[in-house]
């Protein structure tokens, strides 16, 4: 059974900095690749942030210069560096995981940026 445990949201100002993580069980591995996906209230949940198992990573145009995505092999970690947020970021954030035409998801961790 896959387990993804997303941690590391909460309420911070405009222009602050959060770390999400999320932590997979089992190997990293197994997956093709990881994301970050995002949905804010009355929204569809979008792709914020992916990562292949060969690391190549790509990004939102929303978030190109401010987010960062990573992962920690040895950790079976998965991580997002957002910098310089801004209200619009504001949103429950989902880790996924892709394999063989399947995803996996998260239970979300929110993520609230006041002006």
């Known amino acids: 059974q896959v387990q993804l445990v997303e941690s590391g949201g909460g309420l911070v100002q405009a222009g602050g900095s959060l770390r999400l993580s999320c932590v997979v069980s089992?190997?990293?591995?197994?997956?093709?690749?990881m994301g970050w996906y995002r949905q804010a209230p009355g929204k569809q949940r979008e792709l914020v942030a992916r990562?292949?198992?060969?690391?190549?990573?790509n990004y939102a145009d929303s978030v190109k210069g401010r987010f960062t995505i990573s992962r920690d092999n040895a950790k079976n970690t998965v991580y997002l560096q957002m910098n310089s947020l801004n209200p619009e970021d504001t949103a429950v954030y989902y880790c996924?995981?892709?394999?063989?035409?399947?995803?996996?998801w998260g239970q979300g961790t929110q993520v609230t940026v006041s002006s």
């Open positions: 996924g995981a892709e394999r063989g035409g399947s995803s996996y």
């Open positions: 089992g190997s990293i591995f197994r997956f093709n690749a």
């Open positions: 990562i292949t198992s060969g690391g190549s990573t």
